[in-house]
Each structure stands twice: as structure tokens, then as C-alpha cells.
């Protein structure tokens, strides 16, 4: 075969190989009664936000691509330790969140918020609560790769101090406002066998989760009479960050992690005097299994009392707030506020940090 018609071939059979994947899409859509997909773009003015959602539904449709994509995200998890968009592959079986670990490696964006911000947003807080008689304790939450940067890259070592210089530029913007914060980073820099943070998961371990629980009741120093009752419970699973992964074929060749926790049944009041607004990491064992073994839990065992919670995953910058206008009974009782939240929401956080006004008081009639 002369180089003419070689390269006549292998045109042909690339355009073949094009055209097979719409044709194919069009003949399972009109076996299941549908009309194809690719003619919706005929149906409304073109715009870019249309062709940009047109194009995501294509995507998202595609029987090749699902077919296909969790076969390829395999090949590239093992052979290129490469986890896609959402999750980067560190050593020894670490997995860490891709947009956390760009928080602290990578320059702000305009959208960003900044250390600012959310500073002005603790200290109205603060105020606001105080004016009421409600004391504000403030706990951010390291994220993984602050804790554990050796195990993200060969050429990092255990950190000696808060890594990222917007994290650092919050605290002392803390301390410069008189604002209580438990200082997690340094309790996570201390030696210990067992790891603060799971190595499949964004977020703490049972470990982690008990360091900060006795952590932050140190800070409140409030202690009740009530004795716990705890329990051992374990639970396998996979973590969120290889769910985020979203290929079968990579959870079947994957060890789920088996995660040994204490269970504190009981500890939960909407009219307790300690009220914890916080994210997915004050979510973690507590509401979901194996249940009542999250930081909420082991607050409560280590001070003694039961503790009033509101939880909003990914929103603790604004969105709890917000909901906290809505369910003004949670104060009714609250002499602390412990507000947890992540540390890449210093820059990521949903809705930024906005002024968010507490609820009215709630009359003393009603109480």
C-alpha cells in the first residue's frame, strides 16, 4: 500500500471512529423513545451559557463516556497516579482534595475571598453574640495537606509551623481582635502514631476528631456532671475522595479504609448552652455511620454536658449563619458559640463571608 492510500485509510477510519460515537448515541436514544439529544441545540437561540449547558448535557448523556470514562480514570489512577480534577494522588495510598491543595500552592483568584474578609466576618459575629452575652470560640480546621505535606509530595517535610501565609495572616488578625481561636494546627504538629486525618477522605479521623473535641473543651471550661456512656463501632468504607473519583472500576480495585471510632449516644440538646455551628468535618461519624462518633459527640463527652449543633456541609463560612437566623430557638440557651470550620474556606468558602445579622431574640414569654 503506497503512502497516498495508507494515509487515505487511516483519514477514513478516523472519521468512521467520530461519527460512530453520535451515530451510536442517536440509535440507543431512539430505542429508548427519546428524541436525540444532539437536536435540543435547535430549539432555543443560541447563546454561551446554552451552548455551554448544551455541550455539559451531551457529556453527561453520553453512553460511550460512561461506559467508557471509569475504565480510563483506572488507567490513569494506577498507571499515572492521575485522580482527575477533584483529587490529587499523594504517596503511600494519601489522597488529598485537588481545590484544597491549590488553596495553598496556588495564588488567589479575583473571586476569592481573602484573610480579610472572613477576619471582618468573625469579629461582627463576635460582637454581635457578645452584645447578647454569648461568647464566639472560633476553630478552624487544618486541612489534610497542612497536617500531612509529606505525604502530598517526596520534597515536603512535616510542617514547623501554619504553612500557608493566608491561614497564618487570619490568626493574627485574631489575636489583633481580641477573637478566641483554638489553635488545631499546633495541636495537630505534635508525633502520633495514629494519623489525625484519614487517608482516603478529606476529612479527620476518629483521632483527630477526639484531639480537637478535647482541645476546644479545654478553651470553653465549662464542665457539667453528666457521665457518657461510650461504645466501640467500626465502619469500612471508601472515602469521599475516592467516591469523588467516580469510577466502580477504581472503588473494586481499591481497599476501603477500616475506621475503629467511639460512639457517645445522647449528647445532643437544641437547648444546651453550647452551640456548635460547623461543615462536613463537624458532620463526619455523627449523622452518618456509624453514628453519634463525630466532633459534636466528643464535645459533649469531654465537657460533661450535651451540645446543640447546626451543620451545613461546605457552608460554615456564611451559609450556617444564615440558617442560624432561621432557627432563632438554638440561642435561646447559648452561653458559647463554637463556630469549626475548613481552612481552604478562608479562600473557597460558599458565598464567601458575608455580615450575616443574628435572629431576633426570642421573647421571654416564648422561652
Known sequence: MNSTAASRTLIIAFVALIAAVPLLQCIVELRRGETPGVLRVFRERPT???LAAFERSLEDASVIAKTLRPWMQAGQFFAL?????????GRNGWLFYTPSVNAITQRPQPRDS????AISAVV????ALKARGVRLIVVPVPNKESVYPQWLSYHSKPPMRIINPETRAFFDGCTAADVEVVDLFARYREISRIPYYLRQDTHWSPHGIDVAARAV??????RGNAQSATRAASVTTHGDLVRMLQSPVLESHLAPEQIETTQVPGTSSDTASVLVLGDSFSRIFQTEEPHDSGFIAHLARHLG????????DGGASTLVRQELFRRAQLLKNAK??????????LRLGTDG???VPLPPVVPQSSR
Open 336 to 345: 458559647v458559640v463554637v463556630w469549626e470550620f475548613t481552612e481552604r474556606d
Open 124 to 127: 461582627a459575629f463576635r460582637d
Open 48 to 50: 454561551r451559557a446554552s
Open 217 to 222: 473543651a479545654e478553651r470553653i471550661g465549662l
Open 114 to 117: 481573602t484573610p480579610r474578609d
Open 81 to 89: 497516579g492521575d485522580g482527575g480534577a477533584k483529587v490529587h494522588v
Open 305 to 312: 454536658q450535651p451540645v446543640a449543633s447546626l451543620v451545613s
Open 353 to 355: 463571608w458575608q455580615i
